[in-house]
């Protein structure tokens, strides 16, 4: 892999937002407390497209098989800062025409006009705000990030700015004022915790999943792909996992999950993509749902 590899040039094809090669040390062997079947270990970064891309079959793989699985988030550092200029990308405004053709390819809607408006200088400051997060509640700090991503990627909002990632907390029921005491003191070393268990396990970029069962024997999955290969992995790491067969209806789907884009829907309730979009824009005409809208998709949340 080249050096000057920039890792916000992501790759659609390999669905993958690939980071700079860095030497990983694999020698030292990991223990990770497990308490269901399968442990996912998950890297990512709330900037990273390439998971957003794949928010879908991983709400897919919670829904069918939640019971079996427990997901431990990990954040990655996918951009320390601009002290680079190579990939094709050299300053923030080169990011904001990749982001539009990444939002097509994996049909899940990006405005990469924020690069433009308002642009972010590093992923860090966000990626903190969700260890400080997790610090709190686990459930809780899930939807801060996706709270946060639906910010960056289609709202246009610099998640780097205290005032957006308060808002995100509080609208995800955390305490923002202890959230603010934990991004400044102890979430920091968190953070770093997770960037020295990546180079440790050999992450090269996001999205990466490592399935674990009992035994600590571990598959890993890398970057963006279909469903089939998510219940796969699962089923390698847990031969006995049985699939839940839950309500598909879009009152049951809209309980469990307050905002889905149209791919979202279309990938949970089993239907096209046209008729998903098509039920979801009659819902809004009939006053159930709010539709969010950019030049890229739209995502609806429950009135």
């Not at 916000?8 to 980071?19: F, H, N, R, S, T």
């Not at 308002?118 to 969700?130: E, K, V």
Request: proline residues 5%.
């Amino acid at each position: 892999m080249s050096e000057n590899h920039n890792p916000l040039l992501c790759d659609p094809e390999k669905g993958i937002c690939e980071m700079p090669a860095t030497a990983a040390n694999s020698s030292e062997k990991q223990s990770f407390e497990q308490q269901k079947a399968v442990k996912i270990i998950y890297f990512t970064d709330p900037i990273c497209s390439s998971c957003w891309g794949i928010e879908p079959q991983l709400r897919k793989l919670k829904l069918e098989y939640g019971s079996h699985i427990e997901i431990e988030y990990r954040m990655g550092g996918l951009l320390p800062d601009w002290s680079y200029n190579s990939g094709g990308i050299s300053k923030p405004s080169d990011v904001a025409h990749h982001w539009d053709e990444v939002s097509l390819y994996y049909d899940m809607p990006i405005d990469g006009d924020v690069w433009l408006e308002n642009p972010l200088h590093s992923s860090y400051p966000p990626s903190i705000a969700f260890k400080a997060a997790q610090m709190q509640d686990e459930k809780k700090a899930i939807q801060f990030l996706r709270k946060i991503r639906e910010m960056v990627f289609l709202e246009k909002k610099n998640i780097c700015n205290w005032e957006h990632l308060a808002q995100a907390a509080k609208a995800s029921g955390l305490d923002v004022q202890q959230m603010q005491t934990d991004y400044d003191t102890k979430a920091k070393k968190l953070f770093e915790e997770d960037l020295t268990l990546a180079r440790q396990m050999g992450v090269r970029g996001f999205p990466t999943m490592f399935f674990m069962d009992n035994s600590q024997q571990f598959s890993q999955l890398y970057g963006f792909k279909p469903y089939p290969h998510f219940e796969d992995m699962l089923l390698k790491a847990f031969p006995k996992a049985t699939k839940k067969h839950y309500d598909t209806s879009w009152n049951s789907l809209f309980s469990q999950y307050t905002t889905l884009t149209a791919r979202e829907f279309s990938e949970l309730s089993n239907i096209s993509r046209s008729e998903s979009e098509q039920i979801l824009n009659n819902l809004t005409q009939d006053g159930k749902l709010d539709k969010w809208q950019t030049k890229n998709g739209s995502i609806w949340k429950l009135k």
